[in-house]
């Protein structure tokens, strides 16, 4: 165990090492997206009634963390593959995961600048009162991860040029098709039932749930979907982990 944490904590060193030019590009990049999606989309909605302000409100953060997991990830890791880091990165005499590990904490960090700012700017934009319960970590700290590792086992099973067509795609449909930002009974009853298995809407109730007491679905059901996601996007990264080692 002392071996593995060694290695995780030399390794998250590293990826901070490398990425120390970038990182204030990569928060101001996540600041912009905060803001983008908060007034972005209220020039959707110019008249916005209580309901609606409280999911703009909660889905905002809960975008920065998505789209950030799942699309910035991924790319990341492609170039990672398409450079040969990835594969130097392989010859490390250091557990399989901590590698994966690593990387996954540095994004985990990098997001939450944006997601902060995010909560701030929707709260005072729609005039709405958070009151976060003392789950509000565990939460967040959960959906950040499950994007993340789902974001890494989808650039560590694909080629570099798919997963960043797939992670592409996957911003698109999070932004536009996606119960986030307007309640899951909206959408039309084929997308309604893929998203009951998909963690997306659970991942927003989540959020919602922390920051206001208020949740769509069974927040203990929302709790274990978003946990077999995130085991899931863990399982698979470990398994092509140890195949190519």
């Not at 030399?10 to 204030?24: A, G, H, S």
């Amino acid at each position: 165990m002392s071996v593995a944490l060694r290695s995780y904590g030399l390794l998250f060193r590293w990826q901070l090492l490398r990425m120390r030019r970038q990182i204030p590009l990569l928060v101001v990049i996540q600041l912009a997206l905060a803001l983008g999606v908060v007034y972005g989309l209220a020039f959707l909605l110019p008249n916005i009634d209580s309901r609606s302000a409280l999911f703009l409100a909660t889905g905002a953060p809960t975008l920065t963390l998505l789209l950030l997991g799942l699309t910035a990830v991924p790319q990341e890791v492609s170039q990672a593959k398409l450079s040969g880091r990835q594969a130097y990165l392989e010859t490390f005499p250091v557990p399989r995961l901590a590698g994966p590990a690593a990387e996954v904490s540095f994004w985990l960090v990098v997001q939450l600048p944006g997601t902060f700012l995010a909560l701030l700017v929707a709260a005072a934009r729609f005039d709405f009162a958070l009151r976060p319960n003392a789950a509000v970590v565990p939460a967040f700290v959960l959906v950040a991860l499950c994007g993340a590792t789902l974001g890494y086992a989808i650039a560590m099973v694909a080629r570099p040029e798919t997963a960043q067509q797939i992670a592409s795609f996957i911003s698109i449909g999070i932004l536009l098709f996606s119960p986030i930002n307007f309640p899951i009974d909206r959408l039309p009853g084929f997308l309604a039932a893929i998203h009951r298995v998909l963690p997306i809407t659970y991942m927003a109730d989540l959020t919602r749930w922390s920051l206001t007491g208020h949740a769509e679905e069974n927040v203990a059901l929302a709790f274990a979907v978003v946990l077999a996601w995130c085991a899931a996007g863990i399982a698979i990264s470990w398994r092509v982990a140890v195949r190519r080692g």
